[in-house]
């Protein structure tokens, strides 16, 4: 890359000696001059050419000197470098370009070899200015395209390192986590757009906010839908915790944001979250325009389905025991067995409970319920309709209730 140097002299033949000085390195294109007489010409030449990259200017000049010059240069901000030119016992005025931003400083007369040595220095440094302005540019780039998936703390450490986490494909241990909202599809045929887009957007933007509060990866967004990762594409060895709090999060955040749009009356649904732990193949599938960092493997399927099965049962979180078991004091009630639509092997699932409700006398009276109904003994229905009889928004356990009374034993529930 040629690098653009402006001279700034009134002696009338320093033109003719750079030139010839400098001859091989013009050639080469390493070099190219351009030249002006005072301060004024030089910034005119500065405004009218935006690639300059090195200013080498005198002190003394008529109409605007080298100090002056120097002011103007910091006052604009402009990322110039500057080498100055004084008389070898004007240290005074050497000192004051010094601390108005010059680089280096030559003496006159002129030698040469030293202006040559000094301009080869200066270059290096403009290189190494502009290796670490382009780093950060790219850096920037990088981080205004990686914060809309991943938490602040992890965007800005693959901006800044990207060799840091490994964004190829590869197998690891994880929690994902899926949301829906209920019948949002049909919300959506009756709204407005200048109500549905306000709407959608306060959702998305709080839900993916508390993902990035628990460090939590967004793999996609699909309509009002969340797939979102947890120990990917970072290690985190507690990611069933954070998946866990994540999903209580989100549910607390859910149906608060539901009951306020519905109070303008607008029938939002409620959030649906399913989440599951175990292996995955995860990195970025985009192809070769594209980021798409995302997951596939059975464990996000599961995780899918475990979000889907909430419709059936009347629970807004099912987690999976695979999960909680990687949970430390995991606080939660048993669901059921499930037998997943389109999986033969049974999944134990979780509906998971803040310390508060876990402790609720309602959760106990549950609790005794379900081992009865576990146990497959005859005083389960009794239980369940009880509970119910106390607890009449428990979804879930007039689900059991239903089942009971239809004939149904134990607790393997077959998801349609």
């Given at each position: ?5 402006l001279?700034v002299d009134?002696?009338?033949d320093?033109?003719a ?6 001859r ?24 009218a ?5 090195l200013?080498?200017t ?6 605007m ?5 120097l002011?103007?240069?910091q006052?604009?901000e402009d990322?110039?470098?500057t ?7 004007d240290?005074?005025?050497i ?15 002129i ?6 040595t000094?301009?080869?220095k ?7 200015l ?7 540019a ?7 395209s990686?914060?809309?998936y991943?938490s602040?703390?992890?965007a800005?450490?693959l ?10 494909g590869?197998?690891?241990?994880i929690?994902?986590l899926?949301?829906d909202i ?11 757009p ?13 839900m993916?906010d508390?993902?990035f509060?628990n ?7 699909v309509?009002?839908a ?19 709090a ?5 549910d607390?955040?859910a149906?608060s944001?539901?009951?306020r ?8 649904g409620?959030t ?11 990195g ?14 059975d464990?996000?399927?599961v995780?899918?389905?475990?979000e ?5 049962l ?5 987690v ?7 949970v ?14 389109g999986r033969g ?7 998971p409970l803040?310390?508060?409700q876990f ?9 005794e319920a379900?081992?009865l ?9 009794a239980?369940f ?5 106390k607890?009449s928004?428990?979804?879930l356990a ?6 009971l ?5 134990g ?6």
């Amino acid at each position: 890359m040629t690098t653009r140097i402006l001279v700034v002299d009134d002696e009338p033949d320093l033109e003719a000696l750079v030139l010839q000085k400098f001859r091989h390195q013009i050639r080469d294109k390493t070099v190219s001059f351009t030249f002006a007489h005072d301060g004024v010409e030089a910034l005119a030449v500065l405004k009218a050419n935006g690639d300059i990259n090195l200013v080498v200017t005198d002190i003394n000049m008529p109409r605007m000197d080298g100090l002056s010059l120097l002011q103007k240069l910091q006052e604009n901000e402009d990322n110039i470098m500057t080498v100055i030119v004084s008389a070898y016992g004007d240290m005074t005025n050497i000192r004051t370009a010094m601390n108005r931003g010059a680089f280096d400083f030559v003496t006159k007369p002129i030698d040469f070899s030293d202006l040559e040595t000094t301009i080869a220095k200066t270059i290096r440094h403009i290189g190494f200015l502009r290796e670490a302005r382009e780093r950060q540019a790219t850096a920037e780039r990088a981080y205004a395209s990686l914060s809309r998936y991943f938490s602040p703390n992890l965007a800005q450490r693959l901006a800044g390192d990207t060799a840091a986490v490994d964004l190829e494909g590869q197998r690891r241990e994880i929690a994902t986590l899926f949301t829906d909202i209920e019948s949002f599809t049909a919300l959506v045929e009756t709204l407005e757009p200048n109500v549905l887009g306000p709407l959608l957007n306060e959702y998305l933007s709080g839900m993916t906010d508390i993902v990035f509060a628990n460090d939590g990866t967004v793999a996609k967004i699909v309509g009002d839908a969340l797939h979102i990762l947890f120990g990917a594409p970072g290690e985190q060895p507690d990611h069933a915790t954070r998946a866990v709090a994540c999903a209580l999060a989100l549910d607390e955040f859910a149906q608060s944001f539901c009951q306020r749009w519905q109070k303008k009356g607008i029938a939002f649904g409620v959030t649906r979250i399913g989440v599951h732990a175990g292996p995955a193949i995860v990195g970025n599938f985009g192809g070769s325009r594209f980021f798409d960092y995302t997951a596939y493997g059975d464990t996000i399927n599961v995780a899918s389905r475990l979000e889907t099965a909430n419709k059936q049962l009347g629970t807004r979180i099912c987690v999976s025991a695979g999960l909680a078991e990687g949970v430390k004091n995991f606080r939660g009630r048993p669901i059921g067995d499930l037998v997943l639509r389109g999986r033969g092997e049974v999944i134990r699932a979780f509906e998971p409970l803040r310390e508060k409700q876990f402790n609720d006398p309602a959760t106990k009276s549950y609790l005794e319920a379900f081992a009865l109904l576990e146990a497959g003994e005859a005083g389960a229905v009794a239980a369940f309709a009880a509970h119910v009889g106390k607890q009449s928004e428990d979804r879930l356990a007039a689900f059991h209730l239903k089942r009971l009374l239809n004939g149904a034993k134990g607790s393997r529930i077959a998801m349609e």
